[in-house]
């Protein structure tokens, strides 16, 4: 994974100097929170229902054992013994102080991390696909083109303050593991008819009040070009992005206004100048990005075979293991969804034990899932039993990756300030009524996704099963929504009708999975079901 | 009656006006009344507070209560971790927020 | 890059041209391109700053307009008027604090005139903290790439 040189080193530090100052001027009344709260949203600190809450950036989802260590250090010593994942692939932190926030920041370096453009209306984390570098679909590790991405847009002088909050997603396979196509920046990197590498670069997806599928604006761009092309994309946004309306502020709604027609050709007219520019890196700089992420010394001639004989660890085995490029390596997700558990939430002692685990077993390397749970990439089999049973002493064994009870959720009232409705209170029912493993087995992939106000941040529009907390003259009221995907099949979900509260949405989701259940043809999951029916045998099956 | 929240500045603690300061605790906070803006204007201006801002709320016995469940679990902490709340000894405490 | 003129504690004009400052005033967009002898214009943050780029030659002054810190257009505007050849003083006026005049510096602009007085020693700072930059801009500072390739 990508080390830093001194040029990055030297720049987080000086961030972290910076950040010091800004914050000792706030508490000495120099700076009004009106002028500091952009300053410290762009280190990642927000303040929230309960206290500053900062979100440190995991870059594409990637970290080590020692990064790892670290953000448990910081839940151990700065919080309150434990981190959240997030949808973005970062980590939040709940109980913040203000004037911890410089010290964190300084321990964070310490390891090549920080909370840089976390928040605010800049560029933030660019995320990839969990599986990088492990899957055998991919046509490139994404991973590089992100990190190119990532020093592009860290600290840009020109899109620090856009109409609003900018995410960019990489991949580089056919099938989409990161929801690619609901991000504002799409990528996926092809290879074109000569068999060259670059970008089918997607613009104007996203969710949240108006959600929209990105449209393609342009199948190829190669990479001696995609520095050039998306600030091409960043500056038709910058310069003509709604800033009246905060809903409205997005690039989703900027290239639905204009059609994607035409915000392609205002691109191509700026690309065309932004190219005599020459801010594009020589090959030289992607190569040398990529030499850091080129494969660890896998063993050739390892067993390709796994001892099934521990009937619980076979379970394990069949729903949260999956295939590897390399024989005898396989890829293994560790579920933050313990049933009744809060989603995608890890204790220090967790985190210590996943950093542990991904030194001993997968070369020292780990993934942040935009599902909320943790990846070990590269796991030799004969290691899956004794790493199962690490997990399973550890409350980190839940046999769910992509069951109904492996629910993506935000924060919700619980935490968060934006919120309409509590989210997790939700998830733990529905996980709890759902809670035999036989039963979710037999209803088989049901992505369920919770977010607890219309920012969408728990990507409900993007659920098979979707839920929407909002708020009912005061009292919480959750929609249910169907049909939505964040795969390369990528649909929105359709609200069923009225709301429910917070039993009654529990019971509406039951009668979804039993009419599945009772329609559903041989080897179909929820999502091919609904679609093949349609949506009024559900609409009837919730409503009578 | 109306109350008066924010946050430490230094430690993000909530916050509620009590009538001459702040207190962490919601059982303190007193009614401001219309005066609201005033006190969370001066109060801010000399950072004894931070993102003050009114809430509504309903006399009881037990003190005020919020009539937001959001401000509710403000003045508590998370539903779903009793430990980290305010009152993580008080098991009607969740039924409070509720 | 030319140095602050000596002056301590809060300024409400800091200039990084050696040049002296136009004592003409800065007349509207609209104005400007109905009037063949102006040389000082202000564009707002609605402005295509593209009308100027056929008169670029006789601009001694471009002044771009900043309501409110959070409007990001400006800085979008000042680099494109760069990347075209203005040489002109490229002034950012109105919200803008110290926090902001790295990015404004590397935009193109070299004169702020803020409507908040910006204190001398704290601008020296902001504009000094970052040795590296990672991208090319209109300020012609080296990116890192460039240093780690050459």
């Given at each position: 994974?990508?080390?830093y040189?001194r040029?990055d080193?030297a720049?987080v530090?000086?961030r972290v100097?910076?950040?010091?100052?800004?914050?000792q001027?706030?508490?000495?009344?120099?700076?009004?929170?009106?002028?500091?709260?952009?300053?410290?949203?762009k280190n990642g600190l927000?303040?929230?229902?309960?206290a500053?809450?900062?979100?440190?950036?995991?870059?594409?989802g990637?970290l080590?054992?020692r990064?790892?260590?670290?953000?448990?250090?910081?839940?151990r010593t700065?919080?309150?013994?434990?981190g959240?994942?997030?949808?973005?692939?970062?980590?939040?932190y709940?109980w913040?102080?203000?004037?911890d926030?410089?010290?964190?920041?300084?321990?964070?370096?310490?390891?090549?991390?920080h909370a840089?453009?976390t928040?605010g209306?800049?560029?933030?984390?660019i995320?990839s696909?969990q599986?990088?570098?492990?899957a055998?679909?991919?046509?490139?590790?994404?991973?590089?083109?992100a990190e190119?991405?990532?020093?592009?847009?860290?600290?840009?002088?020109e899109?620090?303050?856009?109409p609003?909050?900018?995410?960019?997603?990489?991949i580089?396979?056919?099938?989409?593991?990161?929801?690619?196509?609901?991000?504002?920046i799409?990528?996926q990197i092809?290879r074109?008819?000569?068999?060259?590498?670059?970008?089918?670069?997607?613009?104007?997806?996203g969710?949240g009040?108006t959600p929209m599928?990105?449209?393609?604006i342009?199948?190829f761009?190669?990479?001696?070009?995609?520095?050039?092309?998306?600030?091409?994309c960043l500056r038709?946004?910058?310069?003509?992005g709604r800033?009246?309306?905060?809903?409205?502020?997005?690039i989703?709604?900027?290239v639905?206004?204009?059609?994607?027609d035409?915000?392609?050709?205002q691109?191509?007219?700026?690309?065309r100048?932004?190219?005599?520019l020459?801010i594009?890196p020589?090959?030289?700089?992607?190569?040398?990005?990529?030499?850091?992420f080129?494969?660890?010394p896998?063993q050739?001639?390892l067993?390709?075979t796994?001892?099934r004989s521990?009937?619980?660890?076979?379970?394990w085995?069949?729903?949260?293991?999956?295939?590897?490029?390399?024989?005898g390596?396989?890829i293994?997700?560790?579920s933050?969804?313990?049933?009744?558990?809060?989603?995608?939430d890890?204790?220090?002692?967790?985190?210590d034990l996943?950093?542990?685990?991904a030194?001993?077993?997968?070369?020292d390397?780990l993934?942040?899932?935009?599902?909320?749970?943790?990846?070990?990439?590269?796991?030799?089999?004969?290691d899956l039993y004794?790493?199962?049973?690490?997990l399973?002493?550890?409350?980190?064994a839940?046999?769910?990756?992509?069951?109904?009870?492996d629910?993506?959720a935000?924060?919700?009232?619980?935490?968060?300030?934006?919120?309409?409705?509590?989210?997790?209170?939700?998830?733990q029912?529905?996980?709890?009524?759902f809670?035999?493993p036989?039963?979710?087995?037999a209803?088989?992939e049901l992505?369920l996704?919770?977010?607890?106000?219309?920012?969408?941040?728990g990507?409900h529009?993007?659920?098979?099963?979707g839920?929407?907390?909002?708020d009912?003259?005061?009292t919480e009221?959750?929609q249910?929504?169907?049909?939505?995907?964040?795969?390369?099949?990528?649909?929105l979900?359709r609200i069923?009708?009225?709301?429910?509260?917070?039993?009654?949405?529990?019971?509406?989701v039951?009668r979804?999975?039993?009419?599945?259940?009772s329609?559903?043809?041989?080897?179909?999951?929820?999502?091919?079901?609904?679609?093949r029916?349609?949506?009024?045998p559900f609409?009837?099956?919730?409503?009578? | 009656?109306?109350?008066?929240?924010?946050?430490?500045?230094?430690?993000?603690?909530?916050?509620?006006w009590?009538?001459?300061?702040?207190?962490?605790?919601?059982?303190?906070?007193?009614?401001?009344?219309?005066?609201g803006e005033?006190?969370a204007?001066?109060e801010?201006?000399?950072?004894?507070?931070?993102a003050?801002?009114l809430?509504?709320?309903?006399?009881?016995?037990?003190g005020?209560?919020p009539?937001h469940?959001k401000?509710?679990?403000?003045a508590?902490?998370p539903?779903?971790?009793?430990?980290?709340?305010?009152k993580?000894?008080?098991?009607?405490?969740?039924?409070?927020?509720i | 890059?030319?140095?602050l003129p000596?002056?301590?504690?809060?300024?409400d004009?800091?200039?990084?041209?050696?040049?002296?400052?136009?004592?003409?005033?800065?007349?509207?967009?609209?104005?400007?391109?109905?009037?063949?002898?102006?040389?000082a214009?202000?564009i707002?943050?609605?402005?295509?700053?593209?009308?100027?780029?056929?008169?670029?030659?006789?601009?001694?002054?471009?002044?771009?307009?900043?309501p409110?810190?959070?409007?990001?257009?400006?800085y979008s505007?000042a680099?494109?008027l760069?990347?075209h050849?203005?040489?002109?003083?490229?002034?950012?006026e109105?919200?803008v604090l110290v926090?902001?005049l790295?990015?404004l510096?590397?935009?193109?602009f070299d004169?702020?005139a803020?409507?908040?007085?910006i204190?001398?020693?704290?601008?020296?700072?902001?504009?000094a903290?970052?040795?590296?930059?990672y991208?090319?801009?209109a300020?012609?500072r080296?990116?890192?790439?460039?240093?780690?390739?050459g």
């Amino acid at each position: 994974m990508y080390r830093y040189d001194r040029y990055d080193q030297a720049i987080v530090d000086a961030r972290v100097e910076e950040f010091r100052d800004q914050v000792q001027r706030r508490l000495a009344g120099d700076l009004t929170e009106d002028q500091f709260k952009p300053l410290r949203l762009k280190n990642g600190l927000y303040l929230q229902l309960h206290a500053y809450m900062l979100r440190v950036a995991i870059p594409y989802g990637t970290l080590d054992s020692r990064q790892m260590r670290m953000l448990g250090h910081i839940a151990r010593t700065y919080d309150r013994g434990y981190g959240h994942f997030t949808t973005r692939q970062n980590i939040q932190y709940n109980w913040i102080k203000l004037a911890d926030a410089p010290d964190i920041l300084a321990d964070l370096a310490t390891v090549e991390m920080h909370a840089i453009q976390t928040s605010g209306n800049c560029i933030r984390n660019i995320s990839s696909d969990q599986y990088a570098g492990a899957a055998a679909d991919e046509v490139d590790d994404p991973r590089p083109w992100a990190e190119l991405l990532r020093q592009w847009s860290s600290f840009h002088p020109e899109f620090s303050y856009l109409p609003r909050k900018f995410k960019i997603a990489v991949i580089a396979s056919d099938q989409d593991r990161a929801a690619m196509r609901l991000h504002d920046i799409g990528i996926q990197i092809v290879r074109n008819a000569e068999g060259r590498l670059g970008a089918r670069v997607f613009v104007g997806g996203g969710m949240g009040r108006t959600p929209m599928v990105a449209p393609e604006i342009r199948d190829f761009v190669g990479a001696e070009d995609l520095l050039s092309y998306v600030e091409a994309c960043l500056r038709v946004y910058n310069r003509h992005g709604r800033r009246d309306n905060i809903y409205k502020a997005r690039i989703k709604i900027l290239v639905h206004e204009l059609g994607a027609d035409e915000y392609r050709r205002q691109v191509e007219e700026e690309f065309r100048h932004v190219k005599t520019l020459g801010i594009d890196p020589p090959a030289a700089e992607l190569e040398r990005i990529a030499a850091f992420f080129a494969p660890p010394p896998f063993q050739a001639g390892l067993a390709d075979t796994v001892d099934r004989s521990d009937p619980d660890f076979a379970v394990w085995l069949d729903q949260n293991v999956a295939a590897h490029r390399m024989p005898g390596y396989a890829i293994a997700t560790i579920s933050l969804k313990p049933v009744g558990g809060i989603p995608g939430d890890a204790s220090a002692d967790q985190i210590d034990l996943m950093a542990d685990l991904a030194e001993r077993y997968s070369f020292d390397e780990l993934r942040v899932t935009h599902a909320q749970n943790i990846v070990l990439p590269h796991v030799r089999k004969a290691d899956l039993y004794p790493l199962w049973q690490a997990l399973r002493e550890a409350g980190l064994a839940e046999a769910n990756l992509d069951l109904i009870s492996d629910i993506i959720a935000c924060p919700g009232l619980d935490y968060c300030s934006l919120a309409n409705a509590r989210s997790i209170p939700i998830a733990q029912k529905i996980a709890t009524r759902f809670a035999d493993p036989a039963r979710q087995r037999a209803l088989g992939e049901l992505k369920l996704k919770i977010s607890g106000c219309i920012n969408a941040c728990g990507h409900h529009h993007a659920g098979h099963i979707g839920i929407l907390g909002v708020d009912r003259k005061g009292t919480e009221n959750y929609q249910l929504l169907l049909g939505g995907s964040g795969a390369e099949d990528a649909s929105l979900g359709r609200i069923t009708g009225p709301g429910f509260d917070e039993d009654g949405i529990v019971d509406a989701v039951e009668r979804v999975t039993d009419r599945y259940l009772s329609l559903r043809a041989d080897g179909e999951r929820f999502l091919d079901t609904y679609r093949r029916v349609g949506f009024d045998p559900f609409k009837e099956a919730i409503y009578g | 009656m109306n109350l008066l929240t924010g946050n430490d500045l230094a430690t993000g603690d909530v916050l509620w006006w009590d009538g001459s300061g702040w207190s962490r605790h919601v059982e303190d906070a007193a009614d401001v009344g219309d005066h609201g803006e005033a006190i969370a204007a001066a109060e801010e201006g000399a950072r004894r507070v931070n993102a003050p801002y009114l809430v509504a709320a309903v006399a009881t016995p037990d003190g005020p209560r919020p009539a937001h469940i959001k401000d509710r679990i403000r003045a508590l902490g998370p539903t779903v971790r009793p430990d980290l709340t305010i009152k993580p000894a008080d098991p009607a405490a969740g039924s409070w927020v509720i | 890059m030319a140095e602050l003129p000596p002056a301590d504690g809060a300024q409400d004009m800091l200039r990084f041209r050696p040049d002296e400052p136009l004592e003409e005033p800065a007349v509207t967009l609209d104005a400007f391109l109905g009037q063949s002898n102006a040389t000082a214009v202000r564009i707002e943050p609605g402005d295509d700053a593209r009308a100027l780029l056929p008169h670029l030659e006789r601009i001694r002054l471009i002044e771009i307009s900043f309501p409110s810190f959070r409007d990001g257009r400006g800085y979008s505007a000042a680099r494109i008027l760069r990347e075209h050849g203005y040489l002109g003083e490229l002034r950012a006026e109105g919200d803008v604090l110290v926090d902001q005049l790295h990015f404004l510096r590397r935009c193109g602009f070299d004169s702020f005139a803020p409507a908040t007085p910006i204190d001398r020693a704290a601008a020296e700072r902001a504009l000094a903290r970052y040795a590296h930059v990672y991208q090319p801009a209109a300020d012609g500072r080296v990116p890192v790439w460039q240093l780690r390739h050459g």
